[in-house]
């Protein structure tokens, strides 16, 4: 791994300490048809997901999302997904509808009931300031989907 | 109107006696910015809407879908979210997500309650065989929105 990817030392350390990074990290493989990834270290992988403020001022918002960057906003909510199945044993929907001005919803669903709801907005600058919060801001999604999930556990099956 | 543009003798009174398709009819309506539509009746309106088997065989499912197609199937939406609106006064949500391949799918959604799942395929030929065919399609779905609105108020006012 050269220097520049990598991104501080505790990067593994916070992989293995987050139930969404590792999931995260699981969907990102299993979307890995040819194989791109697999020499890449999880710390590597999840770089992408890291975006500093300076950084997201860079990116212009003109135009469509960067279809990578969709990629990554879909895996993002696929591990909430996964997550929330992986406690609750169901199966929910991702659903993500992006404008070409980086205006939109993502959505995670199971039966009637809503688990997700997020409104996305410069999507181009899809991003967190750490592995840490990325690890932080998935875990908010997850327990807000579960807590939905045991209370509505009724609409969630219809 | 020329006869080509006669849909059938009854159009006016189906129009009138749907609750759907007048609301239908009033969200094209207000979404026609430049007054396109000012002298048009409502069945012409509508007409877009109905697709004969034969006609569908003929539309190709190749590549994005078109536009305007694509607004009349948010019109459709956007008419059953305004007729639950009527008889909840809830506000919803509008998100249809649709790949390049005309696959996807069309909700609506109050508070953390999904009122309408639809899943697309084939979203190119999207079209009801005749004006009573997509009044009562149309009233389905409000109805089953309906229900549920009544069934779970708590979580479609999370």
């Known amino acids: 791994m050269t220097t520049e990817n990598n991104l501080n030392g505790t990067a593994a350390s916070v992989v293995?300490?987050?139930?969404?990074?590792?999931?995260?990290v699981l969907q990102i493989r299993g979307q890995d048809a040819y194989g791109v990834y697999r020499s890449w270290s999880d710390d590597l992988l999840l770089k992408a997901f890291v975006v500093?403020?300076?950084?997201?001022?860079?990116?212009?918002?003109e135009g469509e999302v960067d279809p990578v960057t969709q990629a990554r906003i879909m895996s993002f909510f696929r591990a909430?997904?996964?997550?929330?199945?992986q406690e609750t044993g169901l199966i929910s929907q991702v659903v993500?509808?992006?404008?070409?001005?980086?205006?939109?919803?993502?959505?995670?669903?199971s039966g009637r009931l809503l688990l997700?709801?997020?409104?996305?907005?410069d999507a181009h600058r899809f991003g967190f300031d750490?592995?840490?919060k990325l690890a932080e801001e998935g875990e908010k999604f997850v327990e807000k989907g579960l807590d939905l999930a045991k209370r509505y556990r009724e609409v969630s099956k219809l």
């Open 116 to 121: 997700t709801v997020k409104t996305l907005r």
């Open 96 to 109: 993500i509808d992006l404008s070409h001005e980086g205006f939109g919803w993502a959505l995670v669903f």
């Open 16 to 24: 293995s300490t987050s139930p969404f990074l590792k999931t995260l």
């Open 80 to 85: 909430v997904a996964a997550r929330i199945e």
């Open 130 to 132: 750490s592995l840490e």
């Open 52 to 61: 500093s403020k300076q950084k997201k001022r860079e990116i212009s918002i």
